[in-house]
Nanobody, 124 residues
Framework: QAQLVESGGGSVQAGGSLRLSCVAS??????????MGWFRQAPGKVREGVAA???????TYAGSVKDRFTISKDTAKNTLYLQMSSLKPEDTAIYYC????????????????WGQGTQVTVSS
């Protein structure tokens, strides 16, 4: 059974940093790419893609987070990371980890497995 467990969320002041982690287990991806991504959803807004990393390590970022967030993975530990710096109040949202997609991008409907989310709150 696929399981993605996020951690590392919390409250921080604007300009601060946080590092999110996502431990993945229980799934295979023989016929799809082992793409993993981070998404976020603020109250009253649609879920949006933040960053994605493909099997070969190539990355994609949303324009709003480029140069502030860094996605990475430790394949040996089956763990995905999101280093967030220079945080802004508009980054406040629940952040979700997702895995296995036929196309490694920022469209949430491409992903098969999802974590339960972790709250990130940035105060001004």
């Amino acid at each position: 059974q696929a399981q993605l467990v996020e951690s590392g969320g919390g409250s921080v002041q604007a300009g601060g940093s946080l590092r999110l982690s996502c431990v993945a287990s229980g799934y295979t991806y023989y016929y799809s790419r082992n793409c993993m991504g981070w998404f976020r959803q603020a109250p009253g807004k649609v879920r949006e893609g933040v960053a994605a990393i493909d099997t070969d390590g190539s990355t994609t970022y949303a324009g709003s987070v480029k140069d502030r967030f860094t996605i990475s993975k430790d394949t040996a530990k089956n763990t995905l990371y999101l280093q967030m710096s220079s945080l802004k109040p508009e980054d406040t949202a629940i952040y979700y980890c997702a895995a296995v997609a036929s196309r490694c991008g920022l469209e949430f409907y491409e992903y098969l497995y999802w974590g339960q989310g972790t709250q990130v709150t940035v105060s001004s």
